[in-house]
Structure formats: C-alpha cells, structure tokens
C-alpha cells in the first residue's frame, strides 16, 4: 500500500515514529532502556521506538504499510521481531536526531486503532568494524506496518550478536 525506502541519518542508534500528537510524550529513557532486556523495538500509544546497531552514521531503512500481513521476510534479516502498535492518529512521521525535520509516512490504512510492526534487522554486527566512515552503509532495517488485532510481542529470528544483545541482555 505505502512505502518509505531511504538512506536515514541515524545518531545515538536509533529512530522513532510518531504522530504529531503524540511525538515526545514517552520517556524512552525509562520505557525503553529501563526494561530488562529491552528488546529492539518498544511502542506507546502513538509512538515507536527502535535500535539500529549503528550508533552514528547512514542506514537503510525501508518501511511499507500494508492492509494485511505481508509475510515475515525471515530468509533476508538476521533478527526480526514484531511488537503490538495502538495507532491515535493515522498520519505517522519518521523522526531523526534533534532539529531534523521529521519524513511523512503513506497514511495508516485503517485510521487509528489496532496494528503490528515487525521489525526487520540485516548487518548489525558489521557496524562494529573500526574502519567504518559515516556514510558507509552496512546495516538494514525494514518495518511493516499493518492493521492487526493487539498481540503479544513475539520474537521471530535473532541471529546476530547485537540482536541477542539487546534482546537478551539482563
């Protein structure tokens, strides 16, 4: 239905999502880093939260949104999860680092409501080479978004070290 393929800026690794309403309301310092293990991804109502394993430079990132479940594309990512999302408006922006313009998002197929974001991660431990510049794209991200009844977080594949990292880390 709708896609969003680019090259984002990423700083302090990682991204959010968010509408404008809700954009900023969630303490993810304590939402996300105070949780054991807490995971690569987190939801609040309205907004999203997740870690790429780069910390400072260009990643890939595409997201598509979808009317149903497009399929887990486990063959091509070494960690994939899904988390439950309670949408509050239907209009979702990508927000990067500080003072950066937020990217609008193709319009949530059912309004607000009920959806499932699984989150797609390929490279993440190659973003540990030393030798790495800033715009050296090693890691890739896909999220789907689609309209879902609420759902317990599942954990589909984590392959990679950084993805047991912040999946299992106590």
């Known amino acids: 239905m709708g896609d969003f393929p680019a090259l984002v800026d990423v700083h302090y690794g990682s991204l959010r999502l968010a509408d404008i309403r809700s954009e900023g309301r969630t303490d993810w310092s304590q939402e996300f880093f105070g949780r054991r293990p807490p995971g690569l991804i987190a939801t609040a109502p309205g907004e999203v939260f997740f870690i790429t394993s780069r910390h400072t430079g260009l990643v890939e990132l595409s997201i598509t949104i979808d009317e149903a479940d497009p399929g887990a594309e486990l063959d091509a990512y070494e960690d994939v999860v899904e988390v439950p999302f309670e949408a509050v408006a239907a209009e979702l922006k990508l927000f990067l680092f500080d003072g950066v313009a937020p990217h609008a998002l193709p319009p949530l197929p059912a309004g607000p409501g009920a959806y499932r974001i699984r ?14 510049k800033y715009d050296d794209v090693v890691d890739e991200y896909l999220l789907q978004i689609w309209p879902a009844p609420a759902a ?8 990679s070290r950084q993805g047991r990292y912040w999946m299992f880390k106590s």
């Open 119 to 132: 989150y797609h991660c390929r490279g993440m431990d190659e973003t540990r080479n030393p030798d790495l």
């Open 152 to 159: 317990p977080p599942a954990t589909l594949k984590v392959t």
